[in-house]
């Protein structure tokens, strides 16, 4: 069993910056790829970002390239996922999710989710 835990979230200005962080229990983190994606109000999920088991593959949503970076220590149990350059319509709750399939492409199947961190940025 692992259990996920987002935080870093909260209010920012338009063109700042916030660093997340997904910790994970157990001893398997680094058996999981992971992955970031997000909800906004009245919209459905998106995917935000994956990197792979071993930190070496990244894949991001063409929304956030350039702007967000993941990252992941596998030492600490923690994916990272930082985001710079904020927008308003980045408002949203984000959340990490485990998964064992070795692919940083998105799919529908998750073994773990977390219970998400709000993200706001205001204009």
């Known amino acids: 069993q692992v259990q996920l835990v987002e935080s870093g979230g909260g209010l920012v200005q338009a063109g700042g910056s916030l660093r997340l962080s997904c910790a994970a229990s157990g001893r398997t983190f680094s058996r999981y790829a992971m992955h970031w994606f997000r909800q906004a109000p009245g919209k459905e999920r998106e995917f935000v970002a994956a990197i792979s088991r071993s930190g070496g593959i990244t894949y991001y949503a063409d929304s956030v390239k350039g702007r967000f970076t993941i990252s992941r220590d596998n030492a600490k149990n923690t994916v990272y996922l930082q985001m710079n350059s904020l927008k308003p319509e980045d408002t949203a709750v984000y959340y990490c999710?485990?998964?064992?399939?070795?692919?940083?492409?998105?799919?529908?199947?998750?073994?773990?989710w977390g219970q998400g961190t709000q993200v706001t940025v205001s204009s």
């Open positions: 999710a485990a998964t064992l399939a070795p692919t940083v492409v998105p799919g529908d199947e998750y073994d773990y």
